[in-house]
């Protein structure tokens, strides 16, 4: 009966030691951390506080800036309620969402009456007769954003290039975004440019701690331009979503195809090349800062090892003198030796002293060089080794080839 209890209490105190795991580990954790149970909890409900606040109703306000059909400024920064947005333009909560949310992946979302834009500083609705631009609260991109608004409005009213009017929106929208990314870009170069030459002359530590952080600059620089090039290429892979962006034509009901949207893929294109060129050269800046850093450490071994010789040579001279003071200090104990009584005792215990240190500091310097030199010794004869067998197997090889080629000849004759 003890047996059979044992079996069924052992599952029992397992499954209470495994609910009692993730508390005590996280005791624990905070322990390390300093923090006690109901300092955690309290830590633990302000995250997520302030996660639910971030996701809040679509009841809330958005800021929005109003341009109708001809390019003229009909609202700016007016408050619309999110659900007005929504039944007005047909619009989901989800795709609002993705504009006030600050959101690092740029989209180019697709819908009935429009296209809603996500990309870097711009955030913007297109419809066939008009333009909303979201400015979310708490931007700091206001001085972009007037730039912005004002090459929109002169775009939406010249209509000389012969572009639909959501088109020429979409030009402006593209161009705003690539004038940003090639403005970051050339600021980045100067300042990677400008250190890099610095570095040159002096390698100073926080000069170095500097190209470690623009090198992070440039990676986070790097992965957006890659983003809006992936954005791009996915709007231009899907002929549906290319052929409803038409949205005049949609409009004035005129029937259009799947595969007709040449005029705007080869806009699209045109941004994406750009963009490519961008993300390339930033590639290229990127590169010269890795070689800079890796030439930089060399640098720095080589002096460190410098250092180490350095240190190991006043280790060696210093085991010579020491071999030396060793055989004067048998001579300086309390002991009758009755060399003293001799008149050439103490220049020959000096010159032997002497030449004993002098000939250990000599045969430890040797053995170092031996040592610095003993990595590459096996290398070269190896690869002389190597050589000399792939001379005499393309040789053999010739030579056979060449008695083949005069056998056959006999033969033909």
Same mark, same amino acid.
């Given at each position: 009966?003890?047996?059979?209890?044992?079996?069924?209490?052992?599952?029992?105190?397992?499954?209470?030691?495994?609910?009692?795991?993730?508390?005590?580990?996280?005791?624990?954790?905070?322990?390390?951390?300093?923090?006690?149970?109901?300092? *955690?909890?309290? =830590?633990?409900?302000? /995250? @997520?506080?302030?996660? %639910?606040?971030?996701?809040?109703?679509?009841?809330? #306000?958005? &800021?929005?800036?109003?341009?109708?059909?001809?390019?003229?400024?009909?609202?700016?920064?007016?408050?619309?309620?999110?659900?007005?947005?929504?039944?007005?333009?047909?619009?989901?909560?989800?795709?609002?969402?993705?504009?006030?949310?600050?959101?690092?992946?740029?989209?180019?979302?697709?819908?009935?009456?429009?296209?809603?834009?996500?990309?870097?500083?711009?955030?913007?609705?297109?419809?066939?007769?008009?333009?909303?631009?979201?400015?979310?609260?708490?931007?700091?991109?206001?001085?972009?954003?007037?730039?912005?608004?004002?090459?929109?409005?002169?775009?939406?009213?010249?209509?000389?290039?012969?572009?639909?009017? *959501?088109?020429? =929106?979409?030009?402006? /929208? @593209?161009?705003?975004? %690539?004038?940003?990314?090639?403005?970051?870009?050339? #600021?980045? &170069?100067?300042?990677?440019?400008?250190?890099?030459?610095?570095?040159?002359?002096?390698?100073?530590?926080?000069?170095?701690?500097?190209?470690?952080?623009?090198?992070?600059?440039?990676?986070?620089?790097?992965?957006?331009?890659?983003?809006?090039?992936?954005?791009?290429?996915?709007?231009?892979?899907?002929?549906?979503?290319?052929?409803?962006?038409?949205?005049?034509?949609?409009?004035?009901?005129?029937?259009?195809?799947?595969?007709?949207?040449?005029?705007?893929?080869?806009?699209?294109?045109?941004?994406?090349?750009?963009?490519?060129?961008?993300?390339?050269?930033?590639?290229?800046?990127?590169?010269?800062?890795?070689?800079?850093?890796?030439?930089?450490?060399? /640098? @720095?071994?080589?002096?460190?090892?410098?250092?180490?010789?350095?240190?190991?040579?006043?280790?060696?001279?210093?085991?010579?003198?020491?071999?030396?003071?060793?055989?004067?200090?048998?001579?300086?104990?309390?002991?009758?030796?009755?060399?003293?009584?001799?008149?050439?005792?103490?220049?020959?215990?000096?010159?032997?002293?002497?030449?004993?240190?002098?000939?250990?500091?000599?045969?430890?310097?040797?053995?170092?060089?031996?040592?610095?030199?003993?990595?590459?010794?096996?290398?070269?004869?190896?690869?002389?080794?190597?050589?000399?067998?792939?001379?005499?197997?393309?040789?053999?090889?010739?030579?056979?080839?060449?008695?083949?080629?005069?056998?056959?000849?006999?033969?033909?004759?």
């Amino acid at each position: 009966m003890q047996g059979g209890t044992y079996v069924i209490q052992q599952p029992q105190q397992q499954a209470r030691q495994m609910m009692s795991w993730p508390g005590q580990g996280r005791s624990r954790n905070s322990s390390r951390i300093g923090l006690s149970d109901e300092e *955690e909890e309290t =830590a633990r409900s302000a /995250i @997520l506080e302030k996660a %639910l606040k971030s996701r809040q109703p679509t009841d809330l #306000l958005l &800021r929005c800036t109003i341009l109708d059909g001809n390019g003229t400024v009909k609202t700016i920064s007016g408050r619309f309620k999110k659900s007005d947005l929504c039944t007005e333009h047909q619009l989901n909560p989800r795709d609002l969402r993705k504009i006030d949310v600050p959101n690092l992946v740029p989209t180019i979302l697709v819908r009935k009456d429009g296209f809603l834009i996500n990309i870097l500083h711009i955030r913007a609705l297109v419809k066939a007769d008009s333009v909303i631009l979201f400015d979310t609260y708490g931007s700091t991109e206001t001085r972009l954003h007037s730039i912005f608004l004002y090459h929109l409005e002169h775009n939406l009213r010249s209509k000389s290039s012969g572009l639909p009017y *959501e088109f020429r =929106a979409l030009d402006s /929208i @593209l161009l705003s975004v %690539l004038s940003a990314l090639e403005a970051e870009m050339v #600021l980045m &170069r100067h300042l990677v440019g400008s250190l890099l030459s610095e570095l040159e002359d002096d390698i100073d530590r926080d000069k170095f701690k500097r190209v470690l952080h623009y090198s992070r600059r440039l990676m986070a620089f790097q992965n957006r331009g890659k983003l809006v090039q992936q954005a791009l290429e996915e709007v231009l892979e899907q002929d549906e979503d290319l052929a409803a962006m038409y949205l005049s034509d949609k409009k004035a009901g005129v029937p259009r195809s799947i595969s007709s949207h040449d005029e705007l893929e080869e806009l699209l294109e045109s941004f994406s090349k750009q963009v490519e060129e961008i993300v390339n050269e930033t590639d290229t800046t990127i590169s010269n800062v890795q070689s800079t850093q890796e030439i930089v450490e060399l /640098i @720095l071994d080589s002096n460190r090892n410098a250092l180490l010789a350095l240190d190991l040579k006043i280790s060696i001279a210093t085991m010579g003198i020491g071999f030396g003071a060793l055989i004067a200090g048998f001579f300086g104990m309390n002991l009758l030796s009755h060399m003293e009584e001799h008149s050439y005792a103490f220049p020959v215990v000096v010159g032997v002293a002497t030449v004993s240190g002098v000939v250990a500091s000599i045969m430890g310097l040797r053995t170092m060089q031996k040592i610095r030199r003993g990595g590459l010794g096996p290398t070269v004869q190896t690869q002389r080794t190597q050589k000399s067998r792939q001379q005499r197997f393309i040789g053999e090889r010739l030579a056979r080839l060449h008695s083949n080629t005069d056998h056959s000849r006999w033969m033909s004759q």
